[in-house]
């Protein structure tokens, strides 16, 4: 996703706080969470920082052993 949009979404609040603005930000919400593919890269928990790879489209969600 940092190649199509290395700083970030274009125009959006980190918070879609009330109806009215996730309606206006619809059409960037739709494309973002339906139209990119993320071939290799990783997810990051927002609680615990722990990364998750991706590769070849595939994310790895396992946790490791020590980690549970």
């Known amino acids: 996703m940092v190649e199509y949009f290395p700083q970030g979404v274009p125009h959006m609040p980190a918070e879609l ?7 206006r930000h619809e059409s960037t919400l739709h494309r973002v969470m339906l139209c990119v593919e993320i071939v290799d890269g990783e997810l990051e928990c927002p609680d615990t920082g722990r990364k998750f790879p991706i590769k070849d489209g595939i994310p790895n969600l396992l946790v490791n052993e020590n980690e549970v």
């Open 17 to 23: 706080l009330s109806w009215e603005m996730h309606c």
